[in-house]
């Protein structure tokens, strides 16, 4: 049978199968070439890479032919994964803001090649000339020249326009259009655009534009949303001890266009139909076919060393569309998107050609090895023989990565000097340090010990590494730690503190009258 006469018969098929599953019933609707076993596989590759959980769907011919999940919601607990489990899914989010944009090209109301600056005219970067010269679509193809510059809004709490604005101090590093760089702040300035320009809030664009017509009900761009449902999988890390710990959700709304949708397997696999329809989902069109190709074309060429080279290995090219990975695999182009948020994982790929794709949902932070993984082995059992052990390969490679971690942080540990003290005394330590793109960390002395905050969820104690550096060991979810280094000025004062928490980034203090809140 065809694939548009598949497509012709899938339409019924398929919302009777969403209906099905909805109420809780069988999840493999249609026994479809290549699934026999799967599962089985995959429970293996789960229990072997000690997921808690993950959630699947697999989409055939316009059809959901698989959807299972597999492991618990929360660690501890008997609470099972479903094809309906709610996860974060990260910078999968970011095709969702490139569809959102496309609809506005569609509609007349913004070109991909327009100047950013003629539709958000309070937009600016360091370099007037990268101002003047950003197009809409450059928001979207990480070739800015900005490095990632995550902080300006990571765990602070500031409005996307506080983000935007500050983005202005941030140093470009290349030239634009010039080298892949990965940046999620330009991809708030695409969800500002189409606020702009729809005159609805990127969160309402999504969901009444996309969320709805797709029966994406349950999806969300928030995580204040979360508590008022049931069947939402709990983020996890991983302790240096290797357990699976639970860590609560991080509110990131402030990038909202860059990774905050939370959705289900089920769901998404929606989404998936949507592009493998070229903008078509049951009979209706939300996108033009030329503006979905458009965004399954290579914007920005890519390297394939580095990690990127070990998620899609064996591609002899690897090029960033318009909110898309698009790469190779036994000759097959593979349109793929993953996304990683505190404590989740999550991957969706196509493949255009043959008409199928899959949606991968894990609660565990960093699982880009698994998903490569099982990405690639579901393409395996589509194409038939030759079948690698990708998750034997993949789990050798990512902990390569992770010994090359490990490795780093003794050579760290290896690097303090012992018998050192601090230059001043603790007190004197203390105060208010300010960068115009990052803001103010604030350094307090409680009597004890020393304390570090910055933004809404970074806090803890400064602990006395050597001579006038501390390490600061934020009691968030990670328990991560931040080095800080006091700079002592000739009149014997600390001056200001480099702060490792993107490279290196100094923060100037603050007379005690600049550092006093303000009516005080």
Do not use: C
């Amino acid at each position: 049978m065809d694939t548009r006469r598949r497509r012709e018969l899938a339409g019924v098929v398929t919302t009777a199968s969403l209906a099905l599953l909805a109420t809780g019933g069988p999840a493999a609707l249609i026994a479809q070439e290549g699934l026999e076993g799967l599962e089985g596989e995959i429970a293996q590759m789960v229990s072997a890479w000690e997921l808690p959980g993950l959630s699947v769907a697999i989409i055939q011919d316009d059809e959901v032919t698989f959807a299972r999940g597999f492991g618990v919601r929360t660690v501890g607990t008997r609470e099972l994964v479903d094809e309906n489990t709610t996860f974060a899914v990260g910078s999968t989010s970011k095709a969702f803001t490139a569809a959102a944009v496309a609809m506005l090209v569609d509609e007349g109301k913004v070109g991909l090649d327009d100047l950013v600056i003629d539709h958000l005219p309070d937009f600016r970067l360091s370099d007037p000339y990268v101002t003047r010269s950003m197009r809409v679509r450059d928001l979207m193809a990480h070739n800015s020249g900005l490095l990632r510059g995550d902080r300006i809004w990571y765990g602070t709490g500031r409005s996307r326009e506080d983000v935007l604005h500050r983005a202005r101090y941030q140093p470009l590093t290349h030239p634009l259009r010039a080298t892949f760089e990965y940046n999620n702040i330009m991809w708030i300035a695409a969800g500002e655009l189409v606020e702009e320009k729809s005159g609805m809030s990127w969160d309402q664009f999504i969901e009444e534009r996309i969320f709805s017509p797709l029966n994406m009900g349950k999806s969300t761009t928030t995580v204040r949303d979360l508590e008022h449902m049931g069947n939402v999988a709990s983020p996890h890390v991983e302790t240096p001890e290797g357990e699976r710990r639970p860590v609560p959700y991080r509110n990131i709304d402030n990038a909202g266009p860059a990774g905050s949708i939370n959705s289900s397997a089920l769901q998404m696999a929606q989404w998936v139909r949507l592009h493998l329809g070229e903008g078509k989902y049951e009979g209706r069109r939300l996108i033009s076919e030329a503006q979905v190709k458009e965004s399954h074309t290579g914007q920005m060429i890519m390297r394939t060393d580095g990690t990127w080279g070990m998620i899609f290995p064996e591609s002899d090219f690897l090029t960033y569309g318009l909110g898309w990975f698009l790469s190779e695999y036994r000759g097959l182009k593979m349109v793929s998107h993953g996304g990683n948020i505190d404590g989740m994982t999550a991957f969706v790929g196509f493949i255009p050609e043959r008409d199928y794709g899959f949606v991968l949902l894990a609660n565990l932070n960093g699982a880009n090895g698994f998903m490569s993984a099982l990405a690639h082995r579901i393409i395996d059992r589509f194409e038939g023989d030759p079948v690698q052990d990708w998750s034997g390969r993949m789990a050798k490679a990512w902990e390569t990565l992770q010994e090359q971690a490990r490795e780093q942080a003794r050579k760290v540990e290896e690097g303090r000097i012992a018998g050192t003290s601090s230059t001043l005394t603790l007190e004197e330590y203390a105060g208010t340090y300010s960068n115009s793109m990052y803001g103010d960390v604030v350094i307090s002395h409680d009597g004890t010990e020393l304390r570090a905050s910055y933004g809404e969820d970074f806090e803890g104690p400064l602990e006395h590494w050597h001579y006038d550096t501390f390490r600061a060991v934020w009691e968030d979810a990670g328990d991560s730690k931040e080095f800080m280094r006091f700079e002592i000025g000739t009149d014997g004062a600390v001056r200001a503190v480099h702060a490792e928490i993107e490279g290196s980034v100094e923060f100037r203090k603050k007379a005690e009258d600049e550092a006093q809140p303000a009516g005080s």
